[in-house]
């Protein structure tokens, strides 16, 4: 006997645009055999893919998954991952992406917080959820387990596959229903449940029909930022999954596996967060890889050191720097690839389908030049803050999402994100915009990374701090590094205490933890 299938009637509705579930059904039947993900050894055409996703549907709804409940996902990058995500889009169901970097508290507070009744897991992460799933409001689980692997009694991924039917579910589900909801990073406390609509990846997808992100059917896009990461599922796999384009997905990032996939797979699209791209350079044979399939190199997540989107510029790739947050499901603006040198160290200028100003504390525009904050509008917005009704209208006011970023317009009209209004020190009356003093020290020979803080001083308020992690076998000294920085940054941007570290504490998404830094080293003195 098998698990049954979804049965809900339909609503008539001739002004009816559906969600991403409609993506795969398309493709699975238009484009049933082009291959569609690929993953380890195990290549899916959209046919096969689109079967898989019906039959993860049809197991959650035996599960009791109704439209608007959430589903959990604690996975690795892979097939499971989006046949599970795409289950949930079919049924009008909520996913709910977990970071595996998290701690086993930090996890409880989102699966409570989501109300998630269904968690798909890998076994390797079951020490996460153990402790705290007795407390929450979990009522299955579903582990995409290796053969032999324990998982006790929840259901194994593969075997729930083959018990479940693999016909379409007809729940009618509309651009405006909730289709997932990611968590902010948390780096300034709690993180809140950022709620998207399917019209969010829709309009984004079509954003990235244009211009310098396009993505064309024949492209080959390489995933191996996490999934979890709305960079990761939203900058090109949805978009490619929008327009039946072969993905490869990698588990998790390795620099000589992914320079050996771009060659095999001649992979033409590449988005990596900017400290993956940083590794890459640091592969001495990079040169001794065939790169020349690549069309496409974006960057996004964080600023992206100048001198390593050089490196790339040099060996004569296209590279591009986006900018978005998980507010805007991603994406928000772009520099193009004809602007990228003349105008590097910018994020470019808005999508089609995105408004963008800057304005100061009283909401109105400040001139081309000055830095104020960002704010935008447009149908790549989130919907709300989940469960936060204050976070949501502190956020949207005067029509507008204030998105917490400095940034500056230049007299061409290209974008430049100058920090987190909360990063921002001022020292002696000026303020020090932490992303900029940093983008000068990268390009210091002896320095790999770096993150500027404020330090309490008795004279100026305030004080920049630099920690710095060396590169191999190599030091700097404060007074060299106050010298390197001479002629290049305003006495009062300039660093006046100098810390080593061995590593900078990073979220998953490769930002900076700044407020674990300040905590650890803002009242250094000497």
Known sequence: MGEGHVGMTSVADPHYLGGLGDW??????RNRNQEAVIFGEHRFTYGELNRRTNAVANALWYRGIRKGDRVALLLLNSNAFLETFFACAKLGAIAVPLNYRLSPAEL????????ARVLVYHPRFANLVDPIREDTPLEHGIAVAAAGEDIGTDADYEETLQASAQTEPDVLVGQQDPLMMMYTSGTTGKPKGALMSHANPTWIAINSMLGDLA??????????????HIGGLAIYTLPALYMGTKI????EFNPVETLRTVERERVSILFLLPAMWQALTQVPEIDQYRLDSLRTLLSGGAPCPIPVIEFFQKRGLQFLEGFGMTETCASACVLGDADAVRKNGSVGKPLIHVQMRIVDENDNDVPAGETGELVLRGPTLFLEYWNR????????RN???HSGDLARQDEEGFYYIVDRKKDMLISGGENVYPTEVEQVLYRH???QDV???GTPDTRWGEVPMALVVPRPGQSVTLDELQDFCRDKLARFKTPRHLKLLEALPRTATGKILKRELRQQYAEHNA
């Open 445 to 447: 020979p002896a320095i």
């Open 399 to 401: 029509g507008w999402f």
């Open 215 to 228: 993505v064309h059917r024949d492209d080959t896009v390489l995933t191996v930022a996490p999934l979890f």
């Open 248 to 251: 490869v997905l990698h588990a």
């Open 24 to 29: 795969l059904r398309y493709h699975g039947d």
């Open 389 to 396: 009704p204050d976070a949501t209208e502190e956020a949207f």
């Open 108 to 115: 409880h507070f989102i699966l409570s917080d989501s109300g």
């Open 451 to 453: 993150a500027v803080i």
